[in-house]
C-alpha cells in the first residue's frame, strides 16, 4: 500500500514561459463565432453533453440562430424529459419562430412540470409573440395558483 505526504500539493511548479500564435483559421474567431465553434467541437464527440447543449442553444438564440437553437432544445428535451426549464427554452424557440400552438403547448408542459419563474416569464422578450393570446393569461393565471 502507497502512503502519501500530506505536503504533496505544497510544492511549486514553475512552467516556463511560451510565446506562440495559434495560425489555424479555426482559432482566428471572436465572441460568439468562437464559442458556437468551441461547444459544436466538443458535441461531434459527445453530442448528448447537456451543459454544452444548453449553453449552445442559448448562443444560438442570441445570435438570431432560431432553427439552431430548436433543434438543441427539441434534443435537450429528449434527453431531459422531466426539466421544466428544458420545456420552457423550447417554448421560446418555437415563439420566436412563430410558431404559437406548439410554443404554448411547451410552455404548458414546463408549467406542468414545475416551470413558476413568472416574473421572467412576464419579461421574456422571446414570448413577445404570445402575450396577445387569450391562452398566455390562462398560463400565468395558472402559475399563480398553483
Not at 411547451?106 to 412540470?113: G, H, N, P, S, Y
Amino acid at each position: 500500500m502507497k502512503t502519501e505526504t500530506k505536503n504533496r500539493f505544497l510544492n511549486s511548479v514553475t512552467l516556463p514561459n511560451y510565446d506562440f500564435i495559434l495560425t489555424a483559421p479555426e482559432f482566428n474567431k471572436d465572441g460568439e463565432e468562437f464559442t458556437i465553434w468551441f461547444f459544436e467541437g466538443i458535441l461531434e464527440r459527445n453530442p448528448n453533453h447537456v451543459d454544452c447543449l444548453l449553453y449552445l442553444g442559448n448562443t444560438y438564440t442570441a445570435q438570431g440562430m432560431y432553427e439552431k437553437g430548436l433543434l438543441v432544445d427539441q434534443k435537450l428535451c429528449r434527453l431531459r424529459p422531466d426539466d421544466p426549464m428544458v420545456h420552457y427554452n423550447l417554448a421560446c424557440s418555437y415563439a420566436l419562430l412563430k410558431n404559437v400552438n406548439t410554443a404554448f403547448e411547451a410552455l404548458e408542459k414546463a408549467i406542468i412540470l414545475g416551470y413558476k419563474d413568472i416574473c421572467h416569464l412576464e419579461n421574456d422578450k422571446d414570448l413577445a409573440h404570445l402575450r396577445e393570446d387569450a391562452r398566455y393569461q390562462k398560463l400565468v393565471e395558472k402559475i399563480k395558483f398553483s
